[in-house]
């Protein structure tokens, strides 16, 4: 069992370039996040989902889409990219039980734009 | 909105016990996690709160008091491979976990 995979493991981008970030999970769970990790900020909620189909906004959204097509998969996408987004990106999942549920990340990408 | 607040670092010896506090003010309160995390790698559940009260698994404990908006997490026995960072994340609503900056933890032998 895989749990959550995302790719790349590592990026270099120069700004202004499209980048999706790519992320799976095979625990079919319904709910799927994208999170930032910045030193000193902790982990923020960029976008999420509750299940196949919609999308919500998270604490810093702007500069990022995301899509949902399907249980497993959830990319997020940068459309045109900036320094500042230089991060650790995390995807992670979690089951949905009618209530707060664990959520399982992913290994991470490190992403950095120049 | 949320505030969560933690200590950026705490440092203890092998063997020892160190408490991490997590205190917050947030809307819609529905619980508490914390999480740990090793250098470079990504976090991983280690407890959850949502009643008052201690909750004990293993070396690790979590307390909560939600009327006075705290939490604490509990390492007992200190080893060197719990030199790692870990997260408070309160949660608002029935998915939305918001987190705290996280606490660095070093042991020292």
């Known amino acids: 069992i895989a749990g959550i995979t995302q790719a790349p493991t590592s990026q270099i981008l120069a700004a202004g370039r499209r980048m999706t970030l790519r992320c799976t999970q095979d625990?079919?769970?319904?709910?799927m996040y994208w999170y930032r990790q910045d030193l000193g900020l902790g982990l923020r909620l960029i976008h999420y989902?509750?299940?196949?189909?919609?999308?919500g906004k998270g604490e810093v959204p702007d500069g990022y889409s995301v899509s949902r097509a399907n249980t497993d998969d959830f990319p997020l996408t940068l459309a045109s990219a900036v320094p500042s987004q230089t991060s650790v990106y995390f995807c992670?999942?979690?089951?949905?039980?009618?209530?707060?549920?664990?959520?399982?990340f992913g290994p991470g990408t490190r992403l950095t734009v120049l | 909105g949320q505030n969560i607040d933690q200590p950026t670092e705490m440092t203890a010896t092998e063997g020892a016990i160190v408490q991490i506090n997590c205190t917050y003010q947030?809307?819609?309160?529905?619980?508490l996690f914390w999480y740990q995390q090793h250098a470079g790698e990504a976090p991983t559940f280690l407890s959850y709160?949502?009643?008052?009260g201690l909750e004990e698994k293993g070396r690790f404990s979590s307390f909560l008091s939600r009327s006075k908006g705290y939490s604490y997490l509990l390492l007992k026995e200190l080893q060197m491979k719990d030199s790692a960072s870990y997260l408070c994340?309160?949660?608002?609503?029935?998915?939305?976990?918001?987190f705290g900056a996280g606490t660095t933890v070093t042991v020292r032998a």
């Open positions: 992670a999942s979690s089951g949905t039980s009618g209530g707060p549920d664990t959520q399982y």
């Open positions: 625990m079919r769970h319904n709910a």
């Open positions: 989902s509750n299940t196949a189909g919609t999308t």
């Open positions: 947030t809307s819609g309160f529905n619980g």
């Open positions: 709160n949502v009643l008052d």
């Open positions: 994340a309160v949660v608002q609503g029935e998915y939305k976990l918001s």
